[in-house]
């Protein structure tokens, strides 16, 4: 695997449910075609050329050594550290992605830093032993389809769906805090599915964040896509409360122009929906 040089790693994540980030990998070898928010960013700036280019990752080779140096100057600030925005820390079939991850959640730990996770890989069994990792860290994988045949056409070389429930449930039943990203979920013109079993599916995790499908004109072909996403949220948020479960709900995803005026929706919808729109 190819290795770059960084002058910094931690930064301040701009993002709305993110503290503190790491990004130690340059591309991502999953591939994902909805497209990837990073590597359009990463074209947009240069960084890289092409989707080719992207999914031969490179790796941050003095990522400790820069962790070493930033851990006292930020520790104070930091309420937990998220990995990552623009990789996947547990990449499939990447050992030295994967090595280089567990080492610094490591070394995050050891300072008492919580460490947050988010891939479309196999967690490695070895970060159930509390001795060496933080029992306070959260483990997400990103699940937004049952369906392996759309899963393999939008996340191309990640892992399959039911590996992902499958590593999830392993540090679930372990006593570690797991979580799911429903995002990009996608609209009916993409894929006709039940949201309700996807749900049902990942009841054992703590946390569900969920988003609407970003920078592809294709879900605006659904001539009600907003109505849907609207209807979407409230399922989540109702699901996620009758399971006792933490739940976010993504900003742009529900629009309060598009509430449902129908008798059958009652004020509880809007009441509930309206916490997640502009006025």
Not at 94 to 110: A, C, F, T
Not at 131 to 150: A, H, P, W
Not at 214 to 234: E, G, I, R, V, W
Request: aromatic share 14%; glycine share 4%.
């Amino acid at each position: 695997m190819q290795r770059i040089i960084r002058k910094s790693l931690l930064y301040k994540s701009g993002v709305e449910y993110a503290d503190y980030c790491i990004n130690h990998v340059e591309g991502c070898s999953h591939g994902c075609t909805y497209p990837c928010y990073a590597m359009l960013m990463k074209k947009r700036c240069g960084i890289i050329k092409n989707y080719k280019e992207w999914i031969r990752p490179k790796i941050v080779s003095n990522a400790l050594e820069l962790l070493d140096l930033e851990i006292p100057k930020y520790k104070k600030d930091i309420k937990y550290v998220y990995l990552c925005f623009s990789t996947d820390p547990f990449m499939y079939k990447q050992k030295e992605v994967v090595d280089l991850s567990l080492e610094i959640i490591k070394r995050l730990n050891e300072d008492n830093i919580k460490v947050v996770t988010i891939s479309k890989g196999i967690y490695p069994k070895i970060l159930t032993k509390k001795n060496i990792y933080g029992r306070d860290n959260e483990y997400g994988s990103t699940i937004i389809t049952l369906s392996e045949k759309f899963r393999r056409s939008k996340e191309p070389f990640a892992v399959s769906i039911e590996k992902r429930v499958k590593t999830l449930k392993f540090l679930h039943n372990k006593g570690l805090k797991t979580w799911v990203s429903m995002e990009p979920y996608p609209t009916p013109n993409l894929i006709e599915q039940d949201l309700t079993k996807i749900l049902e599916k990942i009841a054992f995790v703590d946390k569900i964040v969920f988003g609407r499908w970003n920078y592809n004109a294709l879900t605006t072909y659904f001539d009600s896509y907003k109505t849907f996403y609207n209807d979407c949220a409230y399922r989540v948020i109702k699901f996620c409360e009758e399971k006792g479960i933490e739940y976010h709900i993504k900003e742009g995803t529900v629009d309060r122009k598009y509430f449902r005026k129908s008798e059958n929706y009652t004020n509880s919808y809007k009441k509930v929906l309206s916490n997640y729109c502009p006025a």
